[in-house]
Each structure stands twice: as C-alpha cells, then as structure tokens.
C-alpha cells in the first residue's frame, strides 16, 4: 500500500519561502511521476508541479514558474516542493500525488493522472 505524508506547511509573510516535503512509503520511485497540487477556500484542486519519475522532467503551472521548484530524493523517498517568494495567492492546501507505472521522462499534469494522494499540508500567506 502506498502511502504519502506531506509536511513543511505553517504560515508565512508574503516574500517568505517554505519547503514542503512528502514522504513516501510502500514502494520505490522507479515508474512513480510525482506531483504536487494545491486547493484553495472554494476552489477546485488544481495542479501546481510535477516530476519524472526518473527526475528528467519537470513542469509547472505559469503563476509558480521561477519560484517554485520540485524535487525528489530516491535515497530517501521523499519529494520536495521549494517555494520562494510567496504571495497570498498562494494560501491552500497543498497535496502531493504519485502516479504508478509513469513513462519514463514524463510529467503528467491533472488530477486524474493520479492513483495515491496525500492528506495535504496547509500553506497561509499572510501580507
């Protein structure tokens, strides 16, 4: 059974950086793609990163570009969601996701792609 904790989530002034971090347990990172996605008050959840499972590729949603950056871990099972700069926009609840058997150097980007979710990691950005 796979199972994803994320952690890394709290409050934080607009202009301030966190790292989200997911733990993964029950398998290994080989044909896993991994993402990230965030659900606001009212909002749908929505896509924010991903990652190949080999680590080759990488995409973002265009309001996080040059601020966020995924990353992932192999040794120790973890992947990472680096956010610089943040902005109020930016306030959810953010939740890892992994996709089993994943082409090799591909992201995958919506909801549906995914099989194992998290129970997410609330970020509050304050002005």
């Known amino acids: 059974q796979v199972q994803l904790v994320e952690s890394g989530g709290g409050l934080v002034q607009a202009g301030g950086s966190l790292r989200l971090s997911c733990a993964v347990s029950?398998?290994?990172?080989?044909?896993?793609?991994m993402g990230w996605f965030r659900q606001a008050p009212g909002k749908v959840r929505e896509f924010v990163a991903a990652i190949s499972w080999d680590g080759g590729s990488t995409y973002y949603i265009d309001s996080v570009k040059g601020r966020f950056t995924i990353s992932t871990d192999n040794a120790k099972n973890t992947v990472a969601l680096t956010m610089n700069s943040l902005k109020r926009e930016d306030t959810a609840v953010y939740y890892c996701a992994a996709r089993r058997n994943s082409r090799r150097d591909y992201y995958y980007g919506t909801v549906e792609d995914y099989n194992y979710w998290g129970q997410g990691t609330r970020v509050t950005v304050s002005s």
């Open positions: 029950g398998r290994t990172f080989t044909n896993y793609a």
